[in-house]
């Protein structure tokens, strides 16, 4: 199957962990005129090694973490799924295994079938957390080459702790533990990085994305950062001049002007912890959260719901475990309409049973 999440013309977008505000006037200017700039060279091939972006990404994780990356440790490409691909076609492959915690990020067994990989899933708890011994035990069992963790996890916004991930990564010496950040920048205060074990973890991956709290989806930018060993793996498997001109230029502006990018995170983890509330005073099972969207329930019958706020112009996610749905976080006006819209839905529902 191929990847599907509804793409349908909706007034109250909440469906795909996007954030709602985009670049602003200004510095999507200044982005046209990188874009203008690099269209006027478009007849060369762009700089294979990246090694402006890789330079800027470097500074950009090392103001978060307060410790230095060097460009060589880090990767780019399309996406941070395209990162994760060329991580399966460097570390998976036939006779091998790439294993993951389920509930969690449903492109994880497409890039192991895409690569001929045996994808092996175990399962975490009833709160949607990592187990450490069920973890190390499937890791002896399985001995696979990689190790795919989203912190927070997706669908159920679970962040890891940094125990799991040394954990993990002691028992796998030989494997790839890729702990994939696509929503680190959403964490709440306290939650800590993977990145900080880098120093001192050789078989360590972090992954990031541009897409999510950047808010530079349709950008197409991912990356990680590993030891420069993982990062040169990655140079032979990716095709020729993966990354174009104008995707390197778009993504250097944005970096040039991260705090501004990153201006409405806060905001953001501030509706989120409130709409957990609102969920959990109405009774719901809410996840604990540590991305831009929340995952609630239990229904019966979950599409119902889907399709009445759907019908109510709310489109939000039929994912996760069944009876679960997810929602992403908007504007306030967005998260105004999709409380309206559930709070009837709801109630109807209620009156329907009474
Ligand atoms: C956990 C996780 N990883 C990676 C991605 C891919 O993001 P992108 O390819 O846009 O960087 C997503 C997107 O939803 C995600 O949820």
Redesign the pocket.
């Known amino acids: 199957m191929p990847y599907g999440a509804p793409q349908l013309d909706l007034p109250v977008q909440l469906n ?2 996007e954030v709602p505000y985009g670049p602003s006037p200004a510095i999507a200017e200044e982005m046209a005129r990188a874009v203008f700039d690099a269209a006027t060279t478009l007849n060369r091939y762009p700089d294979r090694e990246f090694t402006a972006l890789r330079t800027e990404l470097a500074a950009y994780l090392g103001r978060e973490t307060g410790t230095a990356f060097a460009p060589e440790q880090i990767w780019a490409a ?7 691909l060329h991580l399966l076609q460097a570390f998976g492959g036939p006779g091998r295994t790439a294993v993951s915690f389920a509930p ?2 449903s ?1 994880y067994p497409e890039y192991a079938r895409d690569t001929m990989t045996t994808w092996v899933e175990g399962h975490r708890a009833s709160d949607f957390s990592v187990e450490t011994a069920s973890a190390l035990a499937l890791i002896a069992e399985q001995a696979p080459s990689l190790v795919l963790l ?1 912190s927070p ?2 669908p159920t916004g679970t962040a890891l702790p940094l125990e799991v991930v040394s954990a993990l990564c002691d028992a796998a010496p030989s494997a790839v533990v890729v702990i ?1 950040e ?2 680190a920048e959403f964490r709440r205060t306290g939650t800590p990085s993977a990145l900080t074990l880098l120093a001192t973890h050789r078989n360590l991956v972090v ?1 990031r ?4 709290a950047f808010g530079l ?1 349709g950008a ?3 990356y990680f950062a590993a030891a420069r060993e993982i990062c040169d793996a990655a140079r032979i498997v990716r095709l020729p001049y993966h990354l174009s001109a104008t995707t390197q230029a778009v993504a250097l502006v944005a970096l040039r002007h991260a705090p501004e990018m990153l201006a409405r995170v806060d905001e953001l983890r501030a509706e989120r912890d409130r709409l957990v509330d609102w969920l959990r005073a109405g009774g719901l099972r809410v996840a604990d959260s540590d991305a831009n969207f929340v995952l609630f329930g239990t229904f019966d019958n979950r599409h119902a719901i889907w399709q009445a706020l759907c019908d109510r112009g709310v489109l939000i996610r039929e994912t996760g475990p069944d009876g679960w749905l997810r929602v992403s976080i908007g504007t306030p006006m967005e998260m105004t309409a999709f409380r309206k819209a559930l709070s009837e839905v709801l109630d109807l529902r209620a009156e329907e049973e009474a």
């Open positions: 795909v962990n399309n996406g941070s799924n395209e990162v994760m969690t990020y492109m989203p996890n997706n994939d696509a929503y992954a994305t541009m897409s999510k989806a197409r930018l991912g």
